[in-house]
């Protein structure tokens, strides 16, 4: 999944290049905007009519628009949470410095920024998130649920200890599930060396990813185009082979569907039936079975199942599966 957050003045006129290059080989990226309409701290107003104008364009060209905040505040994870009554135009967060923001708020800056987003610039459904700096308050996640997002990408792979998505939990603590999903970011553009310089570290990580079928998250902010877009192109090239490449409210609703899938087992020594429960549509869906599992029939009987050794892909399917399996014999067993 690549991504950009789009916070600067230049970076909004730098992303038509980017998306450029997405759209001509096929992908779709996930933009991360700033609305910025308050000049302060950090940088000038761009989230104007100029600024919406281009990111019409943006959108228009198939790709995903999510909210990266009002303020982006480095301050944000001491934010309050607020009231939930926050609007356009009188929350008005100001960035006085590093370490000051006046009159912002958690709630403040996920409605606003969304309202924005979904009515200014016409994205039909602003379902994903990431603060600036990645500045991860503990309330995110309910303020996240309340606000209608479904999708964050707030950490880091190596802060998280994972390149899989995880659900969040109220208040970040065990007690309680939210229905948020986290996809933490193991490549970003502001670490030393330049990104341009870590072109064979970045290939060599996704190829290990790919082992297990780990989530790549590139987060590359368009404020130049030079070593960034050439390490998209070249990261691009050299992965595609044995990458899918998508949006994160893509991928995020996929694995939301595939994580609300129900299995369940019955059977003796020699037949077993597995019980599937999909409340929603969903395609290609994987399973994991024992070697000994060999593939009878399905009900439905029309779902084309195959099976690859211990794999077994479902390329569509919704509702009540059942997956029948007899025992391989020893032969078979043998010659594998």
């Known amino acids: 999944m690549i ?6 003045t230049q970076s909004v006129l730098n992303s038509l290049p980017y998306a450029d290059f997405e759209r001509s080989q096929g992908l779709r990226a ?4 700033q609305t910025k309409y308050i000049r302060d701290y950090h940088d000038a107003v761009f989230f104007n009519e100029q600024g919406v104008a281009l990111l019409r364009e943006l959108a228009g060209r198939n790709m995903e628009l999510a909210s990266h905040s009002v303020s982006h505040s480095q301050i944000f994870h001491r934010f309050p949470l607020g009231t939930g009554n926050e609007q356009y135009p009188s929350y008005r967060p100001y960035v006085v410095d590093a370490v000051t923001t006046r009159d912002g708020s958690i709630l403040g800056e996920l409605r606003v920024s969304k309202f924005l987003l979904e009515n200014l610039v016409g994205q039909s459904e602003v379902l994903s998130f990431r603060p600036g700096h990645l500045s991860n308050p503990y309330g995110l996640p309910e303020a996240l649920a309340a606000t209608g997002f479904r999708f964050s990408s707030s950490v880091t792979a190596n802060n998280s200890l994972t390149h899989l998505p995880f659900q969040l939990n109220y208040d970040r603590t065990h007690l309680a599930e939210t229905e948020i999903f986290e996809f933490p970011v193991p490549i970003e553009d502001e670490a030393l060396p330049p990104l341009g310089e870590r072109l064979h570290d970045a290939v060599d990580l996704a190829r290990k990813l790919s082992r297990y079928g780990g989530c790549y998250v590139v987060l590359i902010h368009p404020n130049t185009l030079g070593h960034k877009l050439g390490f998209e192109r070249g990261l691009v090239n050299a992965v595609r082979d ?8 893509e991928f995020g609703q996929w694995w939301s ?3 609300k899938v129900g299995v369940d087992v019955d059977g003796g020594a020699e037949r077993w039936t597995v019980h599937l429960d999909i409340p929603e549509p969903l395609e290609g869906l994987t399973l994991q079975v024992p070697g000994s599992f060999e593939l009878e029939a399905s009900r439905p009987a029309d779902l084309a199942v195959t099976q690859n050794q211990e794999r077994l892909l479902i390329p569509k399917a919704e509702g009540k599966v ?12 043998n010659n594998e």
């Open 3 to 8: 991504t950009h957050d789009v916070d600067y």
């Open 30 to 33: 996930t933009y991360f905007i």
């Open 242 to 249: 044995f990458s899918w490449f998508g949006t994160l409210s």
């Open 257 to 259: 569907a595939r994580n």
């Open 322 to 333: 059942d997956l029948i399996f007899k025992a391989k014999s020893r032969r078979d067993s």
